[in-house]
C-alpha cells in the first residue's frame, strides 16, 4: 500500500513538473470557463457552458496524459524493471489512472467553483446523478487512452493519436465552442465522438432536465467495455 | 557445491530466427560470473530467459532453486535486476525512486548511508535526468541491490563510462560480493570482465563457445589479455 501510494504522489510530481497536463486539464477549463462565463447571458447558458468545460479536465488526462505516460513506460522500460521486482508495474498502471481520475475531478469542481463564485450559477440539477454521470463520462474516455496505449507501437504514434482525438474533441464535441453553432457538417462528424455524448448527458443533468440520453449513455458504455476489454487483450509490458 | 543460477538446454526463438541454441549454463552461488559475447550474440536475451521476462521455448531454469515466473513476485526480493536502460520515469528525483524502490521490499538496505558510500550523498534532491552517466549508473546498482539480494543481475554494466567511475562501481561490487552476493553481469570490457569475474562464459550465436575461469580462458587462446582472447577466440578481429 505505500508502494501504491509514493507512486501515486510521484505521478502527481511528476505531472506537475512537466506542466501540459496541469495546462490543458486544469489552467484551460479555468481560463475558457472564465470566457464563457463573460459571455453567458442567462443562467441555463451558464450551466450548459459549465457541464461542457467541465470535461476538458477528463478529456486531457484521458485521451493524452494516460496514454502518452503509458508508452513512454513501455518504451522506457519501467514496466518491465518492475517486473522483476516484488511488486507488478500493474500498481504503476493503476497509480496512474488514479493520478487522471484525481487531476479529473479536481478540475471540474474548480469549474464549478469559478462558474458558482465567479458567475453566480446556480445548478438547477442533481448533483448526485451529475457526479454520477461524470464519473461515467470520465471512465469511458479513460478506456479509450487505455486503448491507445495498448494497441500503438511507439511513443510517437502515440503522441499523434492523441493529440488528434484530443483536438478534434476540444474543438468539435462542444467542451469550447458551443455544439449548435457548428455547421450542420461538423455537427455530423461530431455524433461520432463519444465526448459529444457525455457532454449532452452531463447537461441534461445539470440543467435537471427529465433523462432522454438513454442512446449517449448507452454508448459511453458500450465504449467503456469495448475499450477496456480490448486493452487488456493487446496491452503490452514491453 | 551450490548453484545461484541453474539453466539448462535453453531455446529461444524471435519468430523464425533462432537466437538461443540449448544454451547451458552454471552460476555458483557466491561468485562473479561475466556473460560475453558480440553484440547480438544473445546476452541479454539470455538474461531475460533466466529472469522470466521472455518465455523459454525450451529448456529449465532455476534461480536461487526456484524457477523463475514474474507472477511469482516474492520470487525478486532475493534478486536485484539493472538491464541495459536505466528504466526511471523522468523526472524523478534521486530521494523519490528510492523511497518507492524502498518501500518495494521486505528487509531494504538504508539507502541514505548507501548514498553515501556511492558517493551520491549530494545528489538527493537532484532529478535523475540530471545525473552523469557515471552517477546513474551507480544509483541503478544501488536500486538493484536495494532488496538486499542473494543474486544480482547486470545488463551491460559500465558502457560508456569514465575510467573513475568505473573502478568506483567495481569497487562497489567486489564489496557486494566479499558480503556474499553472487553477481551475474555481461559487459563488453575485457578488462572489467578480466578484473572483476571469477568465471566466464563466452557467447557466440547463443551457444556457449568458451566457459571456465579467466586463467582457463587465457591459457586456452594463448592469450595474453582477455582483449586479445577475445578476438581470437570469436574469430571476429579485425582484418
Same mark, same amino acid.
Given at each position: 500500500?505505500?508502494?501504491f501510494w509514493l507512486l501515486y504522489v510521484a505521478e502527481f510530481k511528476l505531472s506537475f513538473r512537466e506542466?501540459s497536463s496541469f495546462?490543458?486539464g486544469l489552467?484551460?477549463?479555468?481560463?475558457?470557463?472564465?470566457?464563457?462565463?463573460?459571455?453567458?447571458?442567462?443562467?441555463?447558458?451558464?450551466?450548459?457552458?459549465?457541464?461542457?468545460?467541465?470535461?476538458?479536465g477528463l478529456?486531457s488526462t484521458g485521451?493524452m496524459s494516460l496514454p502518452l505516460s503509458l508508452?513512454s513506460y513501455?518504451?522506457?522500460?519501467?514496466?518491465?524493471?518492475?517486473?522483476?521486482?516484488?511488486?507488478?508495474?500493474?500498481q504503476l498502471l493503476v497509480a496512474h489512472v488514479f493520478y487522471c481520475f484525481s487531476l479529473s475531478i479536481l478540475s471540474?469542481?474548480?469549474?464549478?467553483?469559478?462558474?458558482? #463564485?465567479?458567475?453566480?450559477?446556480?445548478?438547477?440539477?442533481?448533483?448526485?446523478?451529475?457526479?454520477?454521470?461524470?464519473?461515467?463520462?470520465m471512465?469511458?474516455?479513460h478506456?479509450?487512452g487505455m486503448?491507445?496505449?495498448?494497441?500503438?507501437?511507439?511513443?510517437?504514434?502515440? *503522441? *499523434?493519436?492523441?493529440?488528434? /482525438?484530443?483536438?478534434?474533441? /476540444?474543438?468539435?464535441?462542444?467542451?469550447?465552442?458551443?455544439?449548435?453553432?457548428?455547421?450542420?457538417?461538423?455537427?455530423?462528424?461530431?455524433?461520432?465522438?463519444?465526448?459529444?455524448?457525455?457532454?449532452?448527458?452531463?447537461?441534461?443533468?445539470?440543467?435537471?432536465?427529465?433523462?432522454?440520453?438513454?442512446?449517449?449513455?448507452? /454508448?459511453?458504455?458500450?465504449?467503456?467495455?469495448?475499450?477496456?476489454?480490448?486493452?487488456?487483450?493487446? #496491452?503490452?509490458?514491453? | 557445491?551450490?548453484?545461484?543460477?541453474?539453466?539448462?538446454?535453453?531455446?529461444?526463438?524471435?519468430?523464425?530466427? =533462432?537466437?538461443?541454441?540449448?544454451?547451458?549454463?552454471?552460476?555458483?552461488?557466491?561468485?562473479?560470473?561475466?556473460?560475453?559475447?558480440?553484440?547480438?550474440?544473445?546476452?541479454?536475451?539470455?538474461?531475460?530467459?533466466?529472469?522470466?521476462?521472455?518465455?523459454?521455448? =525450451?529448456?529449465?531454469?532455476?534461480?536461487?532453486?526456484?524457477?523463475?515466473?514474474?507472477?511469482?513476485?516474492?520470487?525478486?526480493? =532475493?534478486?536485484?535486476?539493472?538491464?541495459?536502460?536505466?528504466?526511471?520515469q523522468?523526472g524523478l528525483?534521486?530521494?523519490?525512486?528510492?523511497?518507492?524502490?524502498?518501500?518495494?521490499?521486505?528487509?531494504?538496505?538504508?539507502?541514505?548511508?548507501?548514498?553515501?558510500?556511492?558517493?551520491?550523498?549530494?545528489?538527493?534532491?537532484?532529478?535523475?535526468?540530471?545525473?552523469?552517466?557515471?552517477?546513474?549508473?551507480?544509483?541503478?546498482?544501488?536500486?538493484?541491490?536495494?532488496?538486499?539480494?542473494?543474486?544480482?543481475?547486470?545488463?551491460?554494466?559500465?558502457?560508456?563510462?569514465?575510467?573513475?567511475?568505473?573502478?568506483?562501481?567495481?569497487?562497489?561490487?567486489?564489496?557486494?560480493?566479499?558480503?556474499?552476493?553472487?553477481?551475474?553481469?555481461?559487459?563488453?570490457?575485457?578488462?572489467?570482465?578480466?578484473?572483476?569475474?571469477?568465471?566466464?562464459?563466452?557467447?557466440?550465436?547463443?551457444?556457449?563457445?568458451?566457459?571456465?575461469?579467466?586463467?582457463?580462458?587465457?591459457?586456452?587462446?594463448?592469450?595474453?589479455?582477455?582483449?586479445?582472447?577475445?578476438?581470437?577466440?570469436?574469430?571476429?578481429?579485425?582484418?
Open positions: 500500500m505505500r508502494t506542466m495546462i490543458f489552467f484551460l477549463p479555468v481560463g475558457i470557463m472564465v470566457i464563457m462565463g463573460y459571455l453567458s447571458t442567462t443562467n441555463e447558458e451558464l450551466v450548459t457552458t459549465f457541464a461542457a468545460v467541465a470535461t476538458l478529456v485521451v508508452s513501455r518504451e522506457k522500460k519501467v514496466l518491465k524493471r518492475y517486473k522483476v521486482t516484488p511488486i507488478s508495474p500493474v471540474m469542481f474548480t469549474v464549478f467553483l469559478v462558474a458558482t #463564485f465567479g458567475f453566480n450559477m446556480i445548478f438547477p440539477g442533481s448533483i448526485g446523478l451529475f457526479l454520477i454521470s461524470y464519473l461515467i463520462v471512465i469511458s474516455i478506456s479509450i486503448l491507445i496505449a495498448s494497441t500503438s507501437p511507439r511513443e510517437k504514434t502515440t *503522441a *499523434a493519436m492523441s493529440s488528434l /482525438l484530443f483536438f478534434s474533441m /476540444l474543438i468539435l464535441s462542444g467542451a469550447t465552442i458551443p455544439f449548435d453553432l457548428l455547421p450542420s457538417v461538423l455537427q455530423s462528424i461530431a455524433q461520432l465522438l463519444p465526448l459529444t455524448h457525455g457532454i449532452e448527458l452531463l447537461q441534461g443533468q445539470a440543467l435537471g432536465s427529465p433523462f432522454t440520453s438513454y442512446s449517449s449513455l448507452l /454508448l459511453l458504455l458500450v465504449i467503456t467495455t469495448v475499450a477496456t476489454t480490448l486493452s487488456l487483450r493487446f #496491452f503490452r509490458w514491453e | 557445491m551450490t548453484y545461484a543460477i541453474e539453466a539448462e538446454g535453453l531455446v529461444k526463438y524471435y519468430g523464425n530466427n =533462432q537466437v538461443l541454441h540449448g544454451l547451458n549454463m552454471n552460476v555458483k552461488a557466491g561468485e562473479i560470473f561475466g556473460l560475453i559475447g558480440a553484440n547480438g550474440a544473445g546476452k541479454s536475451t539470455t538474461i531475460d530467459c533466466l529472469l522470466g521476462t521472455k518465455k523459454l521455448d =525450451q529448456g529449465t531454469v532455476k534461480i536461487l532453486r526456484n524457477s523463475p515466473n514474474p507472477k511469482q513476485k516474492s520470487h525478486f526480493e =532475493q534478486i536485484g535486476v539493472q538491464f541495459q536502460e536505466s528504466a526511471f523522468n528525483t534521486v530521494k523519490e525512486i528510492c523511497e518507492i524502490t524502498h518501500s518495494l521490499y521486505k528487509n531494504p538496505i538504508d539507502w541514505r548511508t548507501k548514498l553515501a558510500d556511492y558517493q551520491l550523498e549530494h545528489h538527493v534532491r537532484s532529478s535523475i535526468s540530471t545525473l552523469s552517466g557515471g552517477e546513474r549508473q551507480k544509483l541503478c546498482i544501488l536500486l538493484a541491490t536495494m532488496g538486499q539480494p542473494k543474486l544480482l543481475v547486470l545488463d551491460e554494466l559500465t558502457t560508456g563510462l569514465d575510467p573513475i567511475a568505473r573502478r568506483q562501481i567495481w569497487n562497489n561490487l567486489r564489496r557486494l560480493n566479499d558480503e556474499g552476493v553472487t553477481i551475474l553481469l555481461t559487459s563488453h570490457d575485457m578488462h572489467e570482465i578480466e578484473t572483476l569475474c571469477d568465471r566466464i562464459l563466452l557467447l557466440k550465436h547463443g551457444n556457449v563457445f568458451m566457459e571456465g575461469t579467466v586463467q582457463e580462458v587465457l591459457s586456452k587462446s594463448g592469450a595474453k589479455s582477455m582483449d586479445d582472447a577475445y578476438l581470437q577466440l570469436t574469430g571476429e578481429g579485425i582484418r
